[in-house]
């Protein structure tokens, strides 16, 4: 075959006003806005533990669910409650079509342990089945040369033919994050495939490592914001354990409320509220002060470890609501009666505020 002259080439490429191009399809809608379009990159990004893989797999349980329930609307309080998709819905993330949607989740960061217990114990869990091998292909590359990492992730997707990649993470096919012309080649590649298969391709990246530095690593990430269709910061409030999901960029529509989720005991991500300071000291003045609140459950205690405070209010308040709790955490703190103390990120304890004051509750009988 003759190679097509500058010319042809130009022509082929050349758009105008009658030349019909499909619009965008999406493959899904975030309260009502539709997102993650066929043929496009997304970014998914945020600090280290801030939720990424919890959004991948809101978005990869909502792809496999069996059914999409009619007639839904916003009524998603069930789903809240059991960490589960209520008809293919939650925390507002609805699968547009009816059929399941085919999925590639590339790992290159976790252990292969760590990745088939999300896709058995949390995807299977928040779908309410076992996860179809028809609808999930998942590859764990982290014992792989980076070298050959590329190579495999594009096959995946040329053989499987999804709907969706799940790349996580983006970082681990290249030798130097800073390099450009690797990032280039890196982003291009994924650009064309995405393109070619009709696929979205969802990439995480860290953020840079200081607190204020909200951009994406390196060139890699520079490459990848500029090509990106939407992009997702995750985010973990170190204080109520709330994670939040905010649209932070996008080429088509805006999604400008930000999502929230708790964790529950199981380790199912729950939908929640995060609790202003107002809304608590003013919901019901028949109820105690959050002053009394953390003074009862100090219980005359110079300190208390962050897990047992909790359970003392979650008790004494018959609370139920992890939501409602970090709003009184976030009050109490806000407002002096609480001090925090962190040993470490796992490790957290409360001490009493200066505002937390007499006369102190007698607990000697």
């Known amino acids: 075959m003759e190679q097509k002259s500058i010319f042809e080439q130009l022509e082929q490429l050349r758009i105008t006003s009658r030349s019909e191009i499909p619009p965008h399809d999406f493959l899904y809608t975030w309260n009502g806005v539709p997102c993650f379009a066929r043929g496009e990159l997304v970014a998914v990004t945020g600090k280290a533990k801030s939720g990424k893989t919890y959004l991948n797999s809101i978005l990869m349980a909502a792809a496999g669910t069996s059914a999409l329930s009619r007639g839904a609307g916003n009524e998603l309080e ?16 609805k699968r547009i079509r009816e059929k399941p949607l085919r999925v590639v989740w590339i790992d290159t960061e976790q252990s292969a342990d760590s990745t088939h217990e999300i896709l058995r114990d949390r995807i299977g869990a928040m779908t309410g089945a076992e996860a179809s091998d028809e609808v999930y292909h998942v590859f764990n590359l982290r014992q792989v040369r980076w070298q050959d990492r590329m190579t495999l992730v594009l096959s995946a997707i040329a053989i499987c033919m999804p709907d969706l990649v799940i790349f996580d993470g983006i970082r681990d096919v290249v030798g130097d994050i800073n390099n450009y012309e690797e990032a280039q080649n890196t982003i291009g590649q994924l650009l064309k495939a995405a393109s070619e298969f009709k696929t979205c391709i969802v990439c995480v990246l860290h953020q840079n490592k200081a607190a204020e530095d909200k951009t994406l690593r390196g060139a890699l990430g520079t490459e990848l914001q500029n090509k990106s269709f939407e992009t997702y910061e995750c ?47 003013h919901a019901d003045t028949s109820q105690p002060g959050v002053k009394e609140i953390f003074r009862a459950a100090m219980m005359g205690h110079s300190e208390m470890r962050a897990g047992a405070l909790k359970a003392q209010v979650m008790m004494r308040q018959n609370l139920r609501s992890d939501s409602i709790y970090g709003g009184l955490l976030v009050a109490a703190l806000q407002q002096g009666v609480l001090i925090r103390r962190a040993v470490s990120d796992r490790e957290v304890y409360y001490q009493p505020g200066p505002q937390m004051t007499e006369p102190q509750l007698d607990f000697g009988g």
């Open 78 to 93: 069930p789903a809240y409650n059991a960490g589960r998709m209520d008809g293919g819905h939650f925390l507002g993330l």
């Open 235 to 281: 985010k973990k409030d170190p204080e109520t354990r709330i994670f939040s999901i905010q649209q932070t960029a996008t080429r088509k529509y805006d999604m400008p409320n930000k999502i929230q989720f708790c964790v529950d005991k199981e380790g199912l991500p729950v939908g929640c509220a995060s609790v202003e300071p107002e809304q608590v000291s």
